[in-house]
Nanobody, 114 residues
């Protein structure tokens, strides 16, 4: 089973940008539909962006137009470019297949605050 490691989170002011990365221990990006999720404190994990094995993308309404999901299959890495960040984007961000097939990683904390 693929091992998931998220990185790139941090503290950023509203309106700022961050790029999250997710590295896999195996070649999975050409086979699985992949996704980024986030979890606000006390709430369930939600899917925010997905990319199919063929490269097509989809986004939740909350992030559409601000976030961009992409992948580099040669590097086995999934990315989430987050622009125009808002305080409500504060959450722990995770990556996984679009069906949550792999074991969840520890996530990366994103905090949007002055």
């Amino acid at each position: 089973q693929a091992h998931v490691v998220e990185s790139g989170g941090g503290l950023v002011q509203p309106g700022g940008s961050l790029r999250l990365s997710c590295a896999f221990s195996r070649y999975v990006l050409t086979v699985y539909d992949m996704a980024w999720y986030r979890q606000h404190p006390g709430k369930q994990r939600e899917l925010v962006a997905a990319i199919a094995f063929n490269g097509s993308t989809d986004y939740s309404e909350a992030v559409k137009g601000r976030f961009t999901i992409s992948k580099d299959t040669a590097k086995n890495t999934l990315y989430l470019q987050m622009n125009s960040l808002k305080p409500e984007d504060t959450a722990v961000y995770y990556c996984n297949s679009a069906k949550g097939f792999f074991a969840w990683g520890q996530g990366t904390q994103v905090t949007v605050s002055l």
